[in-house]
């Protein structure tokens, strides 16, 4: 399946909890998540497993780093998702399945950000901007990878280490 990260996020969301990702079989997700990132020009795209990192690569002296996991427990007859009175059902609804949405929305849009730093220099401080897939087993290589960071923000950590 192809995931369409310029539709409604609903739309991404659904697609997203289409694609089967029980525990040690992320595959098919995580190749969707590469195949929708790799073609914007404005991230710089790595997968290692079924880990995906994407970044931009702006040059700036601060990072956000938003971080999650695509693995969902078994399916339970709740596949494909469905949409009854403005609320989605399925497998990984209430997990992570929404937050991947998210970031791979804040991804592809990043550039939008990017092309407006100039106007906005004196209002905000402009970050590069990094989406981290799988994080409880590439925590320590993706910091690594992605230098340092200002702000990290892990879409479900599962025991959450208190950082200083």
């Known amino acids: 399946m192809s995931l369409q990260l310029r539709e409604s996020i609903v739309t991404l969301f659904r697609q ?4 089967e990702s029980v525990s040690g079989h992320e595959g098919p997700l995580a190749g969707a998540v590469e195949q929708a990132l790799r073609p914007l020009g404005h991230l710089h795209v790595v997968r290692d497993g079924d880990t995906i990192i994407a970044r931009t690569e702006l040059g700036r002296p601060q990072r956000v780093v938003i971080a999650g996991h695509l693995d969902t427990v078994p399916v ?15 497998r990984g609804t209430v997990d992570m399945k929404g937050g991947i949405a998210v970031m791979a929305q804040v991804a ?5 950000f990017a092309v407006r730093r100039r106007a906005r220099e004196r209002i905000c401080r402009p970050m590069s901007v990094a989406m981290v897939t799988n994080t409880s087993e590439a925590t320590v ?8 960071s ?15």
Not at 16 to 19: A, E, F, K, N, S
Not at 141 to 148: K, L, P
């Open 150 to 164: 200002t702000s990290i923000t892990i879409g479900e950590p599962e025991s959450p280490p208190v950082c200083g």
């Open 16 to 19: 997203i909890v289409d694609i």
């Open 76 to 90: 339970a007859g709740n596949l494909p998702s469905r949409l009854v009175d403005g609320v989605v059902y399925g």
């Open 141 to 148: 290589a993706v910091m690594m990878t992605v230098g340092s």
């Open 108 to 112: 592809a849009l990043a550039t939008a």
